[in-house]
Structure formats: C-alpha cells, structure tokens
C-alpha cells in the first residue's frame, strides 16, 4: 500500500509491466495491434495472473500478491502509435487507503513486433510544444494527445482523486510523465514513476516538470547503461537528471554491458527495485549510489575494441572520460544551459549548439583530447588545427550512429529491417541546428 500517499518500488514496477498486457495477445507472446479483452487484462493485473503464457523464472507481476489486491480495474484505453496504428496502451486502477482516493495511470512501452507504425514514434524527433511547459518530443506528444482521447472519458474519476500515480516503462514512461503534468498543472496531486524511460523535455521544459510536479514526487528509475534512457542528446534532459538528485535512481546495469538489451528489459527492473531488504524507495536509493556517474563509463563501452591495444583501448576507460569531465567543467562556467548529469555525447551537442567550438575558454588538454576523440571517429586532424564545429559535428555524427545501434538493439531483438531511434531523438536536431555549420 502507498507509503505517504507513494506506491512502493515493487507496486510501481509491477504496474508499468502489466501496462503490456494491455495489448492484444501479449499473453501468448505474439502481440498485435489492438485492445487484449478485459478478462485477460483482470486476470493479469490483478488476479492469479494465469491467463496466456507465463515465462519460468520471471516474477509474476499481479498486484494480487501485494497491498493493492483490493483496487479496482478501470478503463483500458488505447493508443494511436506511429502511422496511426491503434492498440491497447495502458489501464486506469482505482482504491482507496484510509479517507483517500487514489488512481492510477499505467502506459506501456515500444513494441518492435508491432512493426514500423509503433517503432516511428519514437523516430518523430521533432520538437513541439506542450503547453506552458516549453518543447517536447513531437512524437510522445502525438501518442500522449491518442491516449487522453480514452482517458479523458474519465477525467471526472481522475479529476476527483486524492492522488493521481502516472507509471510507464520505456515510451511508456515518457508518455507517462506528460500525463504527470497534464494534470498537474490542473492542481492536482500527482507522482510519476517511470523506468528506463527516454528524455521528454527540451530545454527548460524539465524544470518546469519539477514546477508542476514537484521534484519528490518524481521517481525515475534507469539502468546506467539502458540505451533507451542514456542516449538522446542534449537539448532533450530527463527530469531529475543530477547525479545527486535523490529520486534519480539510476542503478548499476544487470549485465555491465551497454550493447545488452537486458538493461532496458521490464523484468530486471522489477529485480533491481526488489533487490536488497525492505522494498523502499529508501533501499533503491542505497542502490543508486553504487552507480558509478562517471561518463568514463560510457565511453568505455561506445569505443572499446578488444583487438586494438592501443591507444583506443586505454582511452575508452581514461582518456575519453577525462575528457567528458573537462568539458563538462568548460561548460558549466561558459554554457548558458545547465549541465545536469548529461552524458559525453550532450556536452559534445551543447559545444556546437553554443557555439563554443573556437571558445579560448578551453583549455589545451580538452584540444589535445579532442584530437584523440578525432582518431577514433576516423578523422585527420593536423597538429595545431582548430577544432571547428565542422569537426565536432563529425566526432558527434559518428557516436550518435554508434549510439543510435545500440538503442535499435534494444528494442529490436527479433525484428529485422527496422531502425527505432528514441535515443537519438535530439541528435538529428542538434545536428541540423548547430552553430558555424
């Protein structure tokens, strides 16, 4: 049951899985496009979670077993995804603790088995507006105004509750937190939860998610090396993105391998969130500061190459790392945005996009580094050469396709033909929009 009016770690990962069951046959493993019945969606959220196939080894996901066996189903609603496509999206629960009144919203994440249509909406990398919020990714706005279609037949349910939880894995997540702030900013009490999910937010829309929301009442759970939470590039910020933000809780990968597409697997959060004694958001948090925050991490895994003993090798660890750092300090002095936890590839993006590219203000090790970035993106640079955005532009075109496979990867194990790019949302933007180019 919801502790200070918050759902537990395991309620929270529980409801975001089942958001899937929503979707037609994902019970037997061979989803479709279109709405699963009622029943089996009853059984799966809420009873013995029998219906369909069950997977050995994997946590039964039912609410059944916990303190929220009493709630009530709502509406299963859709959503429209991609070309157009409609299916099952996510189901609304209600219940009660104490006096108060509770509901919840729960969305589901991609589906590559669905084809294009679902994959193409984390491909629209186009910004929007969304509101007073400021910009957002054109694509989860489009899915997110589909989705309030169903839900808003229940506005009155929701507009009425004490307490309104939005949950969501993966597109599901960031579909989930502009629910979060569509009702916060009618004044209602809201907290989001969401798990390896992409980045919203351009700009300052971020911040003004905490406005609304409220920073506390954000629980954002990734993996340090899910693809699908680290990649898109500045301008694009998570909500609670530092490092030191207590509800980011960013967790050690289960795999320690940024190519696997079990970091952004819904089932091993449900083992992270759980791991460890308690069930709190307390213990997650223990959790999260075993993460190692330092960008020298993801550098490791976008340059490592176990054939080549040279100087790759060494600065995918150190070199590379140390060089995110520099730029990081460069900007933090020099940047007219904030740099919150961002990865390399960002601080590379906020370089071209301030137009930094010439700035005196970096040092000669972030240009001796650069030449080294250089090497490995197969660009000849002489001796003494300015780093002009032209440069930057290539050292950045080259991770963004590296990192663009490895988000593809993730979401795309069995289908072939198929490029999904929800990480690198923000890069063809960057790209087109820098400065000097």
């Given at each position: 049951?919801?502790?200070?009016?918050?759902?537990?770690?395991?309620?929270?990962?529980?409801?975001?899985?089942?958001?899937?069951?929503?979707?037609?046959?994902?019970?037997?493993?061979?989803?479709?496009?279109?709405?699963?019945?009622?029943?089996?969606?009853?059984?799966?959220?809420?009873?013995?979670?029998?219906?369909?196939?069950?997977?050995?080894?994997?946590?039964?996901?039912?609410?059944?077993?916990?303190?929220?066996?009493?709630?009530?189903?709502?509406?299963?609603?859709?959503?429209?995804?991609?070309?157009?496509?409609?299916?099952?999206?996510?189901?609304?629960?209600?219940?009660?603790?104490?006096?108060?009144?509770?509901?919840?919203?729960?969305?589901?994440?991609?589906?590559?088995?669905?084809?294009?249509?679902?994959?193409?909406?984390?491909?629209?990398?186009?910004?929007?507006?969304?509101?007073?919020?400021?910009?957002?990714?054109?694509?989860?706005?489009?899915?997110?105004?589909?989705?309030?279609?169903?839900?808003?037949?229940?506005?009155?349910?929701?507009?009425?509750?004490?307490?309104?939880?939005?949950?969501?894995?993966?597109?599901?997540?960031?579909?989930?937190?502009?629910?979060?702030?569509?009702?916060?900013?009618?004044?209602?009490?809201?907290?989001?939860?969401?798990?390896?999910?992409?980045?919203?937010?351009?700009?300052?829309?971020?911040?003004?998610?905490?406005?609304?929301?409220?920073?506390?009442?954000?629980?954002?759970?990734?993996?340090?090396?899910?693809?699908?939470?680290?990649?898109?590039?500045?301008?694009?910020?998570?909500?609670?993105?530092?490092?030191?933000?207590?509800?980011?809780?960013?967790?050690?990968?289960?795999?320690?391998?940024?190519?696997?597409?079990?970091?952004?697997?819904?089932?091993?959060?449900?083992?992270?969130?759980?791991?460890?004694?308690?069930?709190?958001?307390?213990?997650?948090r223990g959790l999260a500061q075993q993460t190692d925050h330092d960008n020298a991490v993801l550098a490791k895994w976008l340059l490592h190459a176990d054939n080549d003993p040279g100087w790759v090798q060494y600065a995918s660890a150190k070199t590379l790392g140390i060089l995110f750092k520099l730029f990081s300090h460069v900007l933090k002095?020099?940047?007219?945005?904030?740099?919150?936890?961002?990865?390399?590839?960002?601080?590379?993006?906020?370089?071209?996009?301030?137009?930094?590219?010439?700035?005196?203000?970096?040092?000669?090790?972030?240009?001796?580094?650069?030449?080294?970035?250089?090497?490995?993106?197969?660009?000849?640079?002489?001796?003494?050469?300015?780093?002009?955005?032209?440069?930057?532009?290539?050292?950045?075109?080259?991770?963004?396709?590296?990192?663009?496979?490895?988000?593809?990867?993730?979401?795309?194990?069995?289908?072939?033909?198929?490029?999904?790019?929800?990480?690198?949302?923000?890069?063809?933007?960057?790209?087109?929009?820098?400065?000097?180019?």
């Open positions: 049951m919801p502790q200070n009016d918050c759902l537990t770690p395991t309620e929270a990962s529980y409801i975001a899985t089942n958001a899937y069951f929503t979707l037609r046959d994902w019970i037997t493993g061979q989803p479709t496009a279109g709405v699963e019945t009622r029943a089996n969606v009853q059984n799966r959220v809420l009873g013995p979670g029998t219906a369909g196939t069950t997977t050995p080894g994997q946590a039964n996901p039912s609410l059944q077993g916990t303190a929220l066996s009493g709630a009530d189903l709502g509406k299963i609603f859709s959503g429209k995804t991609g070309v157009g496509t409609q299916s099952g999206f996510g189901y609304l629960l209600q219940f009660k603790q104490g006096t108060r009144r509770h509901v919840v919203v729960a969305t589901r994440g991609t589906r590559p088995e669905l084809g294009a249509p679902d994959l193409l909406t984390d491909a629209r990398g186009a910004m929007t507006s969304f509101g007073d919020y400021g910009p957002v990714h054109k694509g989860f706005r489009t899915t997110f105004d589909s989705c309030m279609v169903s839900i808003g037949q229940d506005a009155r349910l929701i507009m009425e509750a004490d307490v309104v939880h939005c949950v969501g894995h993966s597109l599901g997540g960031a579909v989930a937190t502009l629910i979060a702030a569509h009702f916060a900013a009618l004044k209602k009490d809201v907290k989001l939860y969401t798990f390896g999910s992409p980045r919203v937010g351009a700009f300052g829309t971020f911040s003004a998610f905490h406005s609304a929301i409220k920073k506390h009442n954000i629980f954002r759970v990734a993996h340090d090396l899910d693809p699908i939470s680290l990649v898109g590039p500045y301008p694009y910020v998570h909500v609670n993105p530092s490092p030191t933000d207590p509800n980011n809780f960013t967790l050690p990968s289960p795999t320690g391998e940024l190519f696997s597409t079990a970091n952004h697997d819904m089932n091993r959060y449900i083992r992270s969130v759980r791991a460890g004694q308690g069930g709190t958001w307390d213990t997650v002095g020099i940047s007219t945005s904030l740099i919150l936890g961002l990865s390399a590839v960002d601080l590379l993006a906020e370089m071209l996009l301030a137009g930094m590219a010439r700035a005196q203000a970096m040092a000669s090790q972030v240009y001796a580094l650069l030449r080294h970035a250089a090497k490995w993106a197969g660009i000849a640079v002489s001796n003494g050469a300015d780093f002009s955005a032209q440069i930057i532009r290539r050292i950045l075109d080259v991770m963004l396709t590296k990192l663009a496979q490895i988000g593809a990867l993730a979401l795309t194990v069995g289908s072939r033909g198929l490029m999904p790019m929800p990480l690198i949302i923000a890069g063809g933007w960057v790209l087109a929009h820098a400065q000097g180019l």
